[in-house]
């Protein structure tokens, strides 16, 4: 079974440029979570679907970061503009209803110059 | 070898040896605590969970530990081998509200050869 994918595994731009990120969860996992992890430091909910409901986006910063979940399947998470305090590493996690666990992709390493 | 969680975040364990790694959990309402393992340049992957109805778990050369007198949580690797090292994280659930899980700071275990 394919596990979460996510894509691109690697990003840099210049600070005030735009970005997305594309996420790919496990077939059949209708709950779908973005986190973002600093350097040496767990991973922090952004916003978590069920289905293509936004269920907790109380972490998301609405200003500069939307996500959308159109069909309740892929995800994307976009930053428009991006600041250097941005640089981190944005992970998408899936899990399903018969089920409490998460998991994850590899990850988007994000960098901001 | 053991740690102190948040005040040691670094273990240096021999390989053969058992290890411990500890957490100090916030909420007393939390029911549900996952460890999860995250290797350098990966996502974290899910080794084993509890609930807080129990004390204690066991899965493949792992024990969850769990003591809601003091909010701590520990995981107990048996044997450990070079391939274990990795940030370790702790992770509650609280029982309310969306269900959110929060994520501890991690553990960095080092396997000594």
């Known amino acids: 079974e394919a596990g979460v994918v996510q894509s691109p595994r690697y990003k840099i731009i210049e600070k005030k440029q735009p970005v997305a990120f594309w996420c790919n969860p496990i077939s059949g996992h209708n709950t779908l979570y973005w986190y973002l992890q600093n350097l040496g430091q767990g991973p922090e909910l952004l916003i978590r679907y069920e289905n293509e409901e936004a269920v907790d986006d109380s972490q998301l910063p609405k200003d500069r970061f939307s996500a959308e979940r159109l069909k309740g399947v892929d995800s994307t998470l976009k930053i428009q503009p991006a600041e250097l305090g941005d640089s981190a590493v944005y992970l998408c996690?899936?899990?399903?209803?018969?089920?409490?666990?998460?998991?994850f992709g590899p990850g988007t390493r994000l960098t901001v110059l | 070898g053991e740690s102190v969680g948040l005040h040691l975040p670094t273990l240096s364990v021999q390989e053969g040896d058992n290890s411990i790694i500890n957490c100090a959990y916030s909420?007393?309402?939390?029911?549900?605590f996952i460890w999860y393992k995250q290797e350098s340049g990966k996502g974290p992957q899910f080794i084993i969970d509890i609930r807080s109805n129990m004390d204690k778990r066991q899965g493949q050369r792992v024990t969850v530990l769990l003591n809601k007198t003091v909010k701590h949580l520990s995981l107990q690797i048996a044997a450990t081998q070079p391939g274990d090292s990795a940030v370790y994280f702790c992770?509650?659930?609280?029982?309310?509200?969306?269900?959110?899980?929060?994520f501890g700071i991690g553990t960095k275990l080092q396997v000594i050869p």
């Open positions: 909420n007393s309402a939390s029911d549900y």
């Open positions: 992770a509650e659930r609280f029982s309310g509200g969306y269900q959110k899980v929060t």
């Open positions: 996690a899936s899990s399903s209803d018969n089920t409490d666990t998460q998991y």
